[in-house]
């Protein structure tokens, strides 16, 4: 899930990511292989597969399981069959929705969506009904209580677009994401290293949402991400601060 840029809404991921860490790693596995497989095992040359291993790296996943999807893949005997394909709907409340998948079946896989959606309370859209609400950007967030300025410097330096520091003190660095690693790598030299970070689609805009409503968004957004063949899960919901504790 990523919502809000908010470091309660980073707490509240990772927090689901440690219980589910078997099936975070299964898709990361999946997602190695096929970066490998159709950009090559040599993440200098890679710049999709650089970044797929930073989000592994941020899992705590074993050097050697990454090293061995990397492997998998390059070598052409795994992976061959499974393609990206990205879905798009809406949640309770009109909320927008886009879900990533990796499968080797797209019957199977968009069955597995619509019911979701569907059992949540939302519905499954068409190709662009949603998408056009996002961006794909880097994001880098910083623990409250570190130097606004040193981030900054060194975030403006490296050609991050944009600081943000929110009310409860956290820090997001925005940037393209063609320059999300070079970014992030100057940050972490500069002795800054970041609590959380990714490539993602983050929302033009969000979508306010109560207490009950975003029960039921976070219900569809955990059923969606429980599916093996779905890798990520994106949503406009601005989540009340009473459910990101």
Same mark, same amino acid.
């Given at each position: 899930?990523?919502?809000?840029?908010?470091?309660?809404? +980073?707490?509240?991921?990772?927090?689901?990511?440690?219980?589910?860490?078997?099936? !975070?790693?299964?898709?990361?596995?999946?997602?190695?292989?096929?970066?490998?497989?159709?950009?090559?095992?040599?993440?200098?040359?890679?710049?999709?597969?650089?970044? +797929?291993?930073?989000?592994?790296?941020?899992?705590?996943?074993?050097?050697?399981?990454?090293?061995?999807?990397?492997?998998?893949?390059?070598?052409?005997?795994?992976? !061959?069959?499974?393609?990206?394909?990205?879905?798009?709907?809406?949640?309770?409340?009109?909320?927008?929705?886009?879900?990533?998948?990796?499968?080797?079946?797209?019957?199977?896989? @968009?069955?597995?969506?619509?019911?979701?959606?569907?059992?949540?309370?939302?519905?499954?859209?068409?190709?662009?009904? @949603?998408?056009?609400?996002?961006?794909?950007?880097?994001?880098?967030?910083?623990?409250?209580?570190?130097?606004?300025?040193?981030?900054?410097?060194?975030?403006?330096?490296?050609?991050?677009? #944009?600081?943000?520091?929110?009310?409860?003190?956290?820090?997001?660095?925005?940037?393209?994401?063609? #320059?999300?690693?070079?970014?992030?790598?100057?940050?972490?030299?500069?002795?800054?290293?970041?609590?959380?970070?990714? !490539?993602?689609?983050?929302?033009?805009?969000?979508?306010?949402?109560?207490?009950?409503?975003?029960?039921?968004?976070?219900?569809? @957004?955990?059923?969606?991400? #429980?599916?093996?063949?779905?890798?990520?899960?994106?949503?406009?919901?601005?989540?009340?601060?009473?459910?990101?504790?």
């Amino acid at each position: 899930m990523a919502g809000h840029s908010k470091w309660s809404n +980073i707490k509240h991921r990772k927090a689901g990511q440690d219980a589910k860490r078997a099936k !975070v790693f299964t898709k990361i596995i999946r997602e190695l292989t096929v970066s490998a497989r159709d950009g090559g095992g040599n993440i200098e040359d890679n710049p999709g597969l650089r970044t +797929i291993v930073d989000k592994a790296k941020a899992s705590q996943m074993p050097k050697d399981t990454m090293e061995r999807a990397i492997a998998r893949g390059a070598g052409g005997d795994d992976g !061959v069959e499974l393609v990206p394909l990205t879905y798009e709907g809406y949640g309770p409340g009109g909320v927008a929705v886009l879900v990533e998948t990796m499968s080797d079946n797209r019957n199977r896989t @968009v069955a597995e969506v619509r019911h979701a959606f569907s059992k949540a309370g939302g519905n499954l859209g068409t190709d662009g009904s @949603v998408a056009y609400l996002f961006d794909r950007k880097g994001q880098i967030l910083f623990e409250p209580g570190t130097s606004e300025d040193d981030v900054m410097e060194i975030a403006i330096e490296s050609g991050a677009d #944009d600081v943000e520091t929110e009310d409860d003190g956290s820090i997001t660095v925005s940037t393209t994401a063609d #320059d999300y690693l070079v970014v992030k790598e100057a940050l972490v030299t500069g002795g800054l290293e970041p609590a959380a970070s990714e !490539v993602a689609m983050i929302p033009q805009n969000y979508s306010e949402l109560d207490v009950d409503m975003g029960e039921k968004v976070l219900r569809l @957004v955990d059923a969606l991400e #429980d599916l093996d063949d779905v890798t990520n899960v994106y949503t406009n919901a601005n989540f009340p601060d009473e459910l990101m504790g």
